[in-house]
């Protein structure tokens, strides 16, 4: 059945766009068959249609999150890891927890980081789900897309795994039997046979994504991983050059620079993006940009580990997609799109204000300008479903789809705001979501989930965490 809607007297609408087409002149949004079918002002409600006013609103097309670990859901906070960086918190969470998540557990977990991002305005999840092993079930992949079609999103599978075992989980309480390269790619197929959708406004689509490629797959199997996966018509994503560790294996092991190893193996291209890159040389900055190969940044979880802060503006400036991931909750612990754009809006002009010296020396105060909210909300938005391939996704324009955000500015912490727009991204906070829509219905209302229980899944999710701590 064809939902139409008219949403009308809207105080601003970013469209996900760049430079003056940022924001809509129009107040007024009409939806027909899932896409934008009209925008303006005054429009007068036709025959049929469901009328939502959004007076003292601002709308925000759906965020687009594109790297995630949706298993780390009931692992947020886990006292062992708190204070830890990137190697050490990986085998103190999860890698000594991952044994823990049977379907049902998985199943919880997906649901509640699924239910934190929608209701942050998020319409578009990419997870990055590496649990897998030799001879475990493939009913993950399932499982995952089943959670997210219950809440009306569109979802993104980043089938990782390995094919060898790292030297960080090389130990009896950690290891886990790794997939034979022919196990991995034959498993890619079958999902993205099932499950990989082409065309405008996809709902489902696969990525072929080894958990970090520098370490797990050998040298020899890079290039028939990524051409696997080409000849599949599946972009690549993978983590990489995260914390120094990734400079410092790369260095001893292949004699070059991450990147480098990466372009060596054909794992650069406007098909493949990369979580985090906060360690990088000027050259591979260069190569990143030339290749037009993408990052997925992670800002909170990047901060939260040590990891350093990736160079989202000069990549993007170099011609890098950059787009918006929130990482797992296990090292972001709250997370959600709004805190997690709120973060990457302040870190980037505090790290160039940082860098300022004084004059004569330098230029004296500078860097309030480096990233604007009108870029936080293109990175998040638009760059994020090009860079995934959801096309006819991702913007707020006619003949797009209807994937967008009601965000009521009725908290007192957004009073006074002489420019509203920038609400939800320069006060912070989660304002309160009026209306989320997905591929044009209505998915949430007046922060609210049909069907859900949120009290319900709170003592499930204290249920499963208690297990988790008696299982260690």
Known sequence: MDTRILIRNAQCIFTGQQGAQARSDATDLRIASGVVAEMGRGLQPQEGERVLDARDCVIYPGWVNTHHHLFQSLLKGVPAGIDLTLSPWLQAVPFAYRRGFDEKRLR????????ELLRSGCTTVADHHYLFQAGASQEAAELLFDEADQLGLRFMLLRGGATVTRKLEDS???VQPPETLEQMIAAVEQTAA???QRGPRARHRIAMAPTSVHVSLPKEQLKEVARAARAMGLPLHSHMSESVAYFEYCREVHNCLPIEYLAEHEWLGPDVWLAHLCHLTPGEMRLLGETRTG????PQ?????ADGIAPAPALAKLGSPVTIGVDGAASNEAADMISELHFAWLLHRAHAGAQARPRPEGAGEEGADVVTVEQIVHWASASGAQMLGFDGVGTLQVGQAADLAVYG????????LHDPAIGPIAS?????LRWLLCDGKVIAEDDAIPGLDLAELQAQARAEVKALMQSL
Do not use: E, M, Q, T
């Open 428 to 432: 912070g906070g989660r304002p309160r």
């Open 172 to 174: 009896d309480k950690l």
């Open 301 to 305: 979880s990047n901060a939260r580990l």
């Open 194 to 196: 099932r499950f990989h």
């Open 108 to 115: 919880l977990a997906a649901r509640i980081g699924l239910v």
């Open 295 to 298: 990052i997925a940044h992670c």
């Open 409 to 416: 500015l009725d908290d007192p912490r957004y009073f006074g």
